[in-house]
């Protein structure tokens, strides 16, 4: 019991001293001279001046210094700015330092450090002066760089990070990228050497990031003597979103989605494959790996493209080179291998020759796929390229090669067509190069034709035969030094169904709108320069005995003898002959070159019809009774990106004009025959002016305006001279009742679409003079005269009145016919449906000599204009007004 009480008082005492201690040591820290003293022995540990806001210190369990609000100068040769900041720094004191009666710190703790790499125009980074010098001997001993005393007062063991940060600067320029969230540690592992313990997360300012994965950092590094040297490194990153990476290098996102990993290894004044490197050669390994890779807006695929890329060399950050003595770039069926030279200083050298190049097109298919949209499933592509580039500058431009091919083949079996590509060759030397007598055949089963097939004995399956005729000749140019290229293809082909099978197959649809079946051939060249950003193109395509369906119209148009050319930036077509809303058209089409930034297709034209006819062409277009025609029509033009624009909007950048004839134009019961105007559209405004034609008998000339809003609208104006009335659609048939010439004009409009709309909204009016009229069948003055209904003629010099169309019907106002001894007035209407109700009656006041006796009277024509009814009724006279 004496014995408990005894090391009892012995711990309370140790206790109370242990706790007076604390006190002391608390108060101690508050001192000018115990803080002087601490921040002395800090930069003696760092090599750096070191700022500090308080300290404090605790004793138990171990002695441990705690500081807030630690910054870490910058040597004056890299900046001005701190080299390490941090919210707080624990550091433990070394025991034998301790014992040894010297203050000298072991392990520092950093929580929230911050700090500043900088690399000068020199290729030196602030990191190199800080560390401590390792002992070097041998070849390490006359290392380049600054050196500090052999005996150095650094004694730290262990630096700890915590949720850290590292900037780059080079020179007094402040670098975008940086790393977060650091985390690990650097140890002493022993005099001089450093193992380096790191993970983090890269960071780019402006960017938004999601996945930029971890970087993994392990090796050991020396002291500064030696830069740092010597050293080894490795590091793993994995889990990179490729958009990420992408942010990370250029701040941009081009749209490219999958995953990146990268692992690494650099080394330098170590022994490496029995050699050692100098002493500024690091050597380096580096493995990089993307998989899944696709465009942003495309699905995953289970096939879609993956790329190994392997480099092995060395960087010589003293002589500015990096030198990779082996790089090999792998796809799943392909592999190239080579070498490259990368200089880092300002305007050096930039290389990379691939020896040996061996790419599938399979591969190269899974690559295609991976970014073009609308390829279908079963398309495949089988091929080999093989030969060896050389690249250099920067952007990598191609500079020499030697390509060759044994020859490919495309199957389609979706759309039961195929092709076959010959052997081929490509070059570059002295900065041209040159891929000719690329020969694509074409081949398609055709159903009946037993001689297209031919058996293929190594599989014993049946293939159809290519067809001569179904050949794409291609030959490729570009001077690099001139930064222009040319792409020439020669067509020859039968049937160019093979090859918008072909296109629409790799998602390339270039009947968009239209469908062309039959044969087409000539030579077509594209050329550009990449400086001015200037494409042309040039050549002609004949087509012949072919149908081209277009969307909006109801039946195909048939080609017997087109040629489409492109000549100075114009495009245009030579019709030769054409079938069209049943009648044969021949004539030319051009474009007129325009200003591109206004949108509009500016084009030429002087066509010639046998026959026009207005039901045709209604026949033709008819949207009417198909409420999504309009739609349909957008769609295939537009590529259904807008299907709900209006009509309006197919014609709205277009702009045309040009000369319209036609051997005869049929519009309802309207015969015109050696017909021809000028024609204008621009802005959805249609012009028809100059217009002239033959009409029964005599002449017509007049104008028309058009406006394609959405409800469109229509006016007209004509003249007409010395039609025979014999032939006018709304009287009689032939001479049989009618005979006569009239002249006059006549003013139209109208609105809608569709017949049924227009004619129910067509309106106008007009004057009329006529010559020589004669009713025949009846004598219309006897007949008034006496009241009886009299056969024979009624002849009349001259007349002059006015009409108007409304309602489908045409109506006569007071047309005052003139027989040189007495005047009859006509009136009444003539329906559309050829239904008359005509009256003819004596001028009021007017007096006939010899009179006959009795009232006043009327004869009426009524019924079908072939076989009408005539009557005679007397005029009833109007009521007197009764008197007040």
Not at 77 to 89: K, S, V
Not at 322 to 344: D, F, N
Not at 505 to 514: E, P
Not at 744 to 763: C, F, I, K, Y
Request: aromatic share 8%; net charge neutral; glycine share 10%.
């Amino acid at each position: 019991m004496s014995r408990l009480r005894k090391y009892g008082k012995i711990a309370v005492l140790v206790l109370v001293v242990m706790v007076i201690a604390q006190v002391g040591v608390s108060l101690l820290m508050k001192t000018r001279r115990i803080r002087g003293y601490l921040i002395v022995h800090l930069e003696s540990s760092f090599g750096r001046p070191v700022q500090v806001g308080q300290f404090s210190m605790q004793i138990l369990p171990i002695p441990e210094l705690d500081a807030e609000g630690v910054t870490i100068g910058e040597d004056p040769a890299f900046g001005h700015e701190y080299f390490l900041r941090a919210e707080r720094m624990k550091a433990s004191f070394r025991w034998l330092g301790l014992l040894g009666g010297n203050l000298e710190f072991g392990t520092i703790s950093l929580t929230r450090p911050s700090l500043i790499l900088v690399r000068t125009p020199q290729g030196q980074w602030n990191l190199e002066r800080w560390l401590p010098p390792a002992r070097l001997s041998g070849v390490y001993a006359t290392a380049a760089g600054p050196q500090l005393p052999a005996e150095s007062t650094h004694h730290l063991q262990k630096i700890e990070f915590d949720d850290g940060r590292i900037n780059f600067k080079e020179g007094d320029e402040k670098k975008p990228f940086a790393f977060t969230n650091v985390s690990g540690n650097v140890e002493q592992v022993s005099p001089g050497r450093w193992e380096l313990r790191l993970e983090a997360q890269p960071w780019r300012s402006g960017a938004l990031l999601q996945s930029t994965g971890t970087l993994y950092v392990r090796g050991d590094v020396a002291g500064t003597s030696a830069r740092l040297q010597p050293a080894e490194i490795q590091l793993h990153w994995e889990k990179v979103s490729i958009a990420d990476l992408f942010r990370l290098v250029t701040g941009n996102d081009p749209g490219v989605r999958g995953t990146f990993a990268l692992d690494g290894k650099a080394s330098v004044g170590k022994a490496n494959a029995g050699a050692e490197s100098g002493p500024s050669q690091w050597r380096f390994e580096l493995q990089a790996r993307a998989t899944r890779v696709h465009r942003w807006d495309l699905t995953e695929r289970a096939d879609n493209p993956r790329v190994n890329v392997n480099l092995k060399g060395f960087w010589d950050i003293g002589a500015g080179e990096a030198r990779a003595e082996e790089l090999t770039i792998e796809a799943p069926r392909s592999k190239i291998q080579g070498t490259a030279v990368w200089q880092t200083q300002a305007s050096a050298e930039r290389s990379v020759a691939l020896e040996s190049v061996a790419v599938r097109a399979e591969d190269l298919m899974a690559w295609y796929r991976a970014f073009h949209p609308g390829v279908v499933e079963e398309t495949a592509v089988e091929g080999l390229v093989t030969g060896n580039a050389t690249l250099g500058g920067w952007p990598l431009r191609l500079e020499e090669c030697a390509l060759k091919s044994e020859g490919a083949t495309v199957r389609l079996p979706a759309v039961n067509a195929a092709g076959r590509i010959e052997p081929f060759r490509g070059s570059m030397h002295s900065g041209k190069f040159v891929l000719e007598n690329v020969r694509l055949h074409l081949e398609a089963n055709r159903a009946g034709r037993a001689t297209d097939e031919k058996v293929d004995k190594t599989e014993g399956k049946t293939r159809p035969l290519a067809n001569s005729d179904d050949t794409i000749e291609t030959v490729l140019t570009e001077d690099s030094s001139l930064t222009q290229g040319e792409l020439r293809l020669n067509l020859r082909l039968a049937d160019v169904t093979p090859v918008f099978k072909l296109t629409s197959s790799f998602g390339r649809t270039l009947n968009r709108g239209w469908e062309y079946v039959g044969s087409a051939s000539g030579p077509v060249t594209w050329s550009w320069n990449r400086l001015t950003r200037e494409t042309h193109r040039s050549g002609s395509i004949d087509l012949t005995a072919g149908h081209l369906q277009v969307a909006g119209l109801n039946q195909p148009l048939k080609l017997e003898a087109v040629r489409l050319s492109w000549k100075d930036g114009r495009r245009g077509a030579a019709i030769g002959e054409l079938e069209a809303f049943e009648a044969a058209w021949n004539g030319a089409i051009e474009e007129i070159p325009g200003d591109a930034s206004s949108g509009e297709n500016r084009w030429q034209f002087q066509l010639h019809a046998d026959h026009v006819d207005a039901a045709e062409l209604d026949r033709w277009f008819g949207p009417r009774g198909r409420p999504n025609w309009v739609q349909r029509l957008l769609t295939s033009f537009i590529g259904g990106q807008n299907a709900a624009a209006k009509a309006s909007e197919l014609v709205r950048h277009v702009s045309a004009e040009g000369v319209l004839a036609a051997d005869a134009v049929t519009i309802e019961r309207v015969k015109l025959t050696k017909a021809h105007a000028r024609v204008a559209l621009h802005d959805l405004n249609l012009r028809v002016e100059d217009a002239e034609a033959e009409w029964a008998g005599g002449s017509v000339r007049g104008e028309m305006r058009a406006r394609f809003v959405p409800v469109p609208k229509y006016e007209a104006a004509a003249e007409f001279e010395r039609v025979n009335v014999a032939q006018l659609p709304w009287l009689a048939k032939g001479a049989e009742r009618w005979n006569g010439v009239a002249s006059g004009n006549l003013q139209l409009t109208t609105g809608g679409v569709g017949r049924e709309e227009l004619l129910r909204q067509l309106s106008g009016q007009g004057q009329v003079k006529l010559k020589s009229i004669e009713f025949l069948g009846w004598d219309v003055e006897a007949s008034e005269d006496t009241g009886a209904l009299h056969k024979g003629t009624s002849r009349w010099t001259s007349g002059e009145g006015k009409f108007n169309v409304k309602d489908r019907v045409l109506n006569f106002e007071n047309v005052e016919l003139d027989a040189g001894h007495s005047k009859t007035l006509l009136l009444g209407s003539i329906d559309f449906g050829l239904e008359s109700n005509l009256v003819f009656r004596s001028p009021p006041g007017e007096k006939r000599m010899p009179k006959a006796p009795g009232q006043s009277r009327l004869v009426q024509v009524s019924g079908p204009m072939a076989a009408p009814l005539v009557i005679v009724e007397p005029v009833t006279p109007p009521t007197p007004a009764a008197r007040p």
